[in-house]
């Protein structure tokens, strides 16, 4: 009886445990099933005859065991068959032939068998934690989760989830100014998950741009609900990012409502991200201005490009040069990232006439889909406009002869030396 109450303690302690760890209840009887089985199995050689009976509400079991009932003197095997004396005392009106079935007790098959069963059960729950922690977290990939840091090392922070469940955070997916202390809050997300030798490891990243992609979402209800699409995210952790959005919908303004009434929205993400600066721009298709908009703040007079080789170079008044390379190279390294493109600044000796004027400030005079279309060439000032042939303006703009006529009309009474093109 000891023994009995001491297997269905022990049945009590694992339900427990299954608690814990998440196990469902359909896995852990199927796993406290078969352990018994492969136990009976050992001990007789076949577990055919039994069937094992888990009952997870009142945590306890039952083994009952099938036997052939056989002559008193034809006896072969105790385990699959009994005599018919003993069968009748279990079922006074069975007879040679027909099966009965007796309850057995796992605890009369003693301690070693116990011992075994519990060694067996310990390796299989701690099995079905390992492959229930990799599910779960390799569903969460690409994902912002939060857990509380439990131990800062020199290498990676190692914190815990809701579920007590250890995760890690390098040092090289940390942002470089992220500082720590026990007990306190991270968000960052799930990078990826190692399983080598069963043994999961979840690994966490705050300078991946997917985590700066989803903080956007966070703040931002229009690119959660589809109506905006970042296009693109060029990312330098905690000193500076690139952010391109474009709205499907004419209505919306993605970059008004990406930065949010005041910058409501990206101060929350700029602060999560230890005061990163963040640069929002419009996505366009055309690469030659959407380099030009990469390299904002910084304004280009021209531009060349070479789409096969993904370069190209660009022309900017010296006082612009600076801005487009930016503080210790940063905005042309970003603005290569978010364009793909290898970027080269020069200075437009040509262009730096102090009297030029960049086409936007005519826009009073020259319709904004015109000069669109001249920025779309690499025309980003009168001079640069005035400077083409006439009728390439007009093949390689896609004007019409007036329109062309007309623009030139307007920028070339800017400069009094200046004349429309034949």
């Known amino acids: 009886m000891a023994r009995k109450e001491e297997t269905i303690s022990m049945i009590d302690s694992l339900a427990e445990f299954k608690e814990l760890k998440n196990i469902d209840k359909e896995t852990m009887i199927s796993v406290l099933e078969d352990s018994f089985r492969k136990e009976i199995a050992k001990m007789f050689g076949t577990d055919e005859n039994y069937d094992v009976i888990i009952n997870p509400e009142k945590g306890d079991f039952e083994i009952w065991r099938n036997r052939r009932v056989v002559a008193d003197d034809q006896l072969e095997d105790a385990n699959l068959q009994i005599k018919l004396t003993n069968a009748r005392e279990l079922d006074p009106k069975c007879e040679v032939g027909e099966d009965v079935t007796d309850e057995v007790h796992f605890a009369d098959f003693g301690r070693r068998a116990i011992l075994n069963l519990r060694q067996t059960l310990a390796s299989k729950i701690l099995e079905l934690q390992k492959d229930s922690l990799y599910a779960k977290y390799k569903d969460k990939i690409g994902h912002i989760i939060s857990a509380d840091v439990y131990q800062v090392w020199k290498k990676e922070i190692l914190l815990l989830d809701d579920d007590g469940n250890e995760l890690l955070l390098p040092k090289g997916e940390q942002i470089p100014s992220d500082f720590y202390r026990k007990g306190e809050p991270v968000r960052a997300i799930v990078q990826r998950v190692d399983n080598d030798n069963n043994n999961p490891k979840i690994i966490l990243s705050r300078t991946d741009k997917v985590f700066l992609q989803r903080l956007f979402e966070l703040e931002v209800p229009e690119i959660n609900d589809g109506l905006i699409t970042i296009k693109a995210i060029a990312r330098i952790p905690g000193e500076r990012a690139k ?56 304004k280009i007079s021209s531009i060349r490009v070479n789409e096969e080789e993904h370069k190209a170079e660009v022309y900017l008044r010296p006082e612009e040069v600076s801005l487009a ?98």
């Open 243 to 298: 952010v391109a959005v474009e709205s499907y919908d004419d209505r919306i303004d993605p970059v008004g409502a990406c930065v949010g009434m005041k910058g409501s929205r990206i101060h929350g993400i700029v602060r999560e991200l230890r005061n990163e600066n963040i640069d929002v721009i419009n996505y366009t298709s055309n690469i030659s201005l959407f380099i030009q908009r990469a390299l904002s703040p910084a």
């Open 325 to 422: 390379i930016g503080k210790g190279g940063l905005n042309i390294k970003l603005a290569c990232m978010l364009t793909e493109y290898a970027i080269d600044v020069f200075r437009d000796v040509d262009g730096a006439d102090e009297e030029d004027i960049y086409l936007d400030e005519f826009s009073d005079e020259i319709d904004d889909w015109v000069i669109d279309a001249l920025k779309n060439v690499g025309c980003y000032t009168a001079k640069s406009v005035l400077a083409m042939n006439r009728s390439e303006l007009i093949e390689r703009a896609d004007l019409e002869e007036q329109t062309v006529d007309d623009v030139l009309a307007v920028l070339s009474a800017e400069f009094e030396d200046e004349e429309p093109h034949e």
